[in-house]
Nanobody
């Protein structure tokens, strides 16, 4: 079975930095991509950033220029470097991975979730 484990969350002052990690283990097969979501209190879960297996990245407008997503394909590990953190970034951050037993088309891939890690930014 597939497992995703996040780490690196915590409490930080506004303007500070945190680096999140997500390790994927188990029956991985083909890894199509990974990403980070977050959910603030009273709000829906939103996409923060994604990265494909070949390194193509995407960012939500709210984090562009401040967050950087990266990965180590050998270690099946994804990172999110968060700089210039603001109180609005406070949320539970979830790791996601899209895996497939075949190709990485929309119909083939399956999404797996981590349990989340809390990020709290104080003023």
């Amino acid at each position: 079975q597939v497992q995703l484990v996040e780490s690196g969350g915590g409490s930080v002052q506004a303007g500070g930095s945190l680096k999140l990690s997500c390790v994927v283990s188990g029956n991985i097969f083909s890894r199509c991509g990974m990403g980070w979501y977050r959910q603030a209190p009273g709000k829906e879960r939103e996409l923060v950033s994604t990265i494909t297996s070949d390194g193509t990245t995407n960012y939500a407008d709210s984090v562009k220029g401040r967050f950087t997503i990266s990965q180590d394909n050998v270690k099946n590990t994804m990172y999110l470097q968060m700089n210039s953190l603001a109180t609005e970034d406070t949320a539970v951050y979830y790791c996601a991975a899209w895996l497939s037993s075949g190709g990485c088309s929309y119909g083939n891939r399956n999404r797996y979730w981590g349990q989340g890690t809390q990020v709290t930014v104080s003023s």
